[in-house]
């Protein structure tokens, strides 16, 4: 089983409606991150959270939301979806001191 | 504000062959990280190689290294031998070391041709 998991791993919705993506973590990592990847802009940060009391905007929070239900939830919603979200998300976490992230799969997210 | 700028949105290498992928960063911080990340067509990140800014040595992962000038504020991956599952979207990053956040690069799309 993957260390970091996403669920979904696609999705097509439509403008207006709310999405949840969801992450979970087996690997006791302290911090967590929500990516979003486009094509030509690399991968940009929406939130990071260090635990359950701790969220972070990045740098595109606008029309995001996160929720870190425990250590290893971390949950990323959209609450009104529009065209422009459509993307591909990543999940990572990360060990306080090695620096490196650890991905999920990736959300792919279709929004018509 | 930290950026990190990969100049090649494509590059092409014959099988066997050496390629080398550019990257620059801003920073005004002395103590950081340097990492290349991986993603092939399964859209999985993987980390190929990470530097550390305070080692002079650059870091070497089998038949990938680093070219690391500090002064410049460039990190270049060598690729040697290529071979065809090296074909992927490679992603220069970069991370303060007391930071939080890891900036990447828009990436480099590697082709191979067999």
């Known amino acids: 089983d993957a260390d970091v998991t996403q669920t979904p791993r696609n999705r097509i919705t439509k403008t207006g409606k709310r999405i949840m993506l969801e992450c979970s973590q087996t690997k006791g990592h302290d911090r967590m991150y929500w990516y979003r990847q486009d094509p030509g802009l690399g991968l940009r940060l929406i939130y990071y959270?260090?635990?359950?009391?701790?969220?972070n905007k990045g740098e595109i929070s606008d029309g995001y939301s996160v929720s870190r239900q425990a250590q290893a939830k971390f949950s990323l919603s959209l609450e009104s979806a529009i065209p422009n979200q459509t993307a591909l998300y990543f999940c990572?976490?990360?060990?306080?001191?090695?620096?490196?992230?650890?991905f999920g799969e990736g959300s792919r997210l279709t929004v018509l | 504000a930290q950026t990190v700028t990969q100049s090649q949105p494509e590059m092409s290498v014959q099988e066997a062959e050496t390629v080398t992928l550019s990257c620059t960063y801003d920073?005004?911080?002395?103590?950081?990280?340097l990492f290349w990340y991986k993603q092939p067509p399964s859209r999985q990140m993987i980390l190929v190689i990470r530097?550390?800014?305070?080692?002079?040595q650059n870091a070497t992962e089998n038949r990938f290294s680093v070219n690391f000038q500090k002064a410049a504020k460039s990190f270049s991956l060598k690729i040697s031998d290529s071979q065809l599952g090296d074909a992927a979207m490679y992603f220069c990053a970069y991370r303060w070391r007391k930071g939080f956040k890891t900036i990447f690069g828009a990436g480099t799309r590697l082709f191979v041709k067999a």
């Open positions: 920073t005004s911080e002395s103590d950081y990280y």
């Open positions: 990572a976490t990360a060990y306080s001191e090695s620096g490196e992230l650890f």
């Open positions: 530097q550390e800014a305070y080692k002079q």
């Open positions: 959270s260090f635990d359950v009391k701790d969220i």
